[in-house]
């Protein structure tokens, strides 16, 4: 179902009582909130991940990314060698390999700067392919645009929700109900995190591990009461 930016603001209008009239100054505020909210529960528990590839050209060690990312969570050099392997530097370290090192091998290390330049080491000898799974920058949602278009989860809802609601509260020097709505997109984002993990299969449904003691079994580590 969708939820637009207007929807959005116009519920924390009510709560807040600033203006959620397009155009208005408070409104122009909104907006912005609502989409650093976006950011920050992407951000915050990584519940968007998309795959980037990433083609190498020989004798080349930067290369503008497609999009925006904010965090590199796993990845992987595809090339005709299986044992050729990556791993994260820093920035600071590549570029001093460039005055130690020349091309000669396939790429082993990168770094992503301002989350939209890769660069790597050494320079490839050879076209190859990185792949990364990242956690990208969501893009900005205007007035009528649906905030789910971004890839937020339907369930991310409250957390920008309570977000906007904590900046308006700031706004009006309301501290108290900033420090409350902080704390309800803390909670939210935790949620998140259980829904993904849910999701992953990483959770079990609770159940009873053992045997119950009215089997009268020999005495052992793993049972449990009958009133359990």
């Given at each position: 179902?969708?939820?637009?930016?207007?929807?959005?603001?116009?519920?924390?209008?009510?709560?807040?009582?600033?203006t959620d009239l397009v155009g208005s100054d408070e409104r122009t505020l909104m907006d912005q909130w609502a989409n650093e909210g976006i950011f920050k529960v992407f951000q915050d528990t990584q519940c968007v991940v998309t795959a980037v590839n990433v083609n190498l050209t020989a004798n080349v060690d930067?290369?503008?990314?497609?999009?925006g990312v904010l965090t590199v969570l796993n990845y992987a050099q595809i090339s005709t060698n299986p044992t050729s392997r990556i791993a994260p530097m820093s920035a600071?370290?590549?570029?001093?390999?460039?005055?130690?090192?020349?091309?000669?091998?396939a790429v082993q290390y990168f770094a992503v700067l301002g989350g939209n330049l890769l660069i790597v080491s050494p320079k490839p000898t050879t076209a190859?392919?990185?792949?990364?799974?990242?956690?990208?920058?969501p893009d900005v949602v205007t007035a009528t645009q649906d905030i789910f278009i971004t890839g937020l989860p339907t369930y991310g809802q409250r957390?920008?929700?309570?977000?906007?609601?904590?900046?308006?509260?700031?706004?009006?020097r309301d501290y108290q109900?900033?420090?409350?709505?902080?704390?309800?997109?803390?909670?939210?984002?935790g949620k998140i995190k259980v829904a993904d993990?849910?999701?992953?299969?990483?959770?079990?449904?609770?159940?009873?591990?053992?045997?119950?003691?009215s089997l009268r079994s020999p005495s052992r580590n793993d049972t449990y009461p009958n009133d359990y």
């Open positions: 179902m969708a939820y637009t930016l207007n929807q959005l603001c116009a519920r924390a209008s009510a709560l807040t009582s600033l930067e290369y503008a990314l497609d999009r600071g370290e590549i570029l001093e390999r460039r005055f130690l090192a020349s091309s000669g091998s190859a392919v990185i792949q990364f799974y990242c956690v990208p920058v957390a920008v929700e309570a977000y906007l609601n904590a900046r308006c509260y700031e706004h009006n109900n900033t420090q409350y709505w902080d704390a309800q997109y803390d909670k939210e984002c993990r849910r999701q992953a299969g990483r959770t079990m449904a609770p159940n009873r591990i053992g045997y119950p003691r």
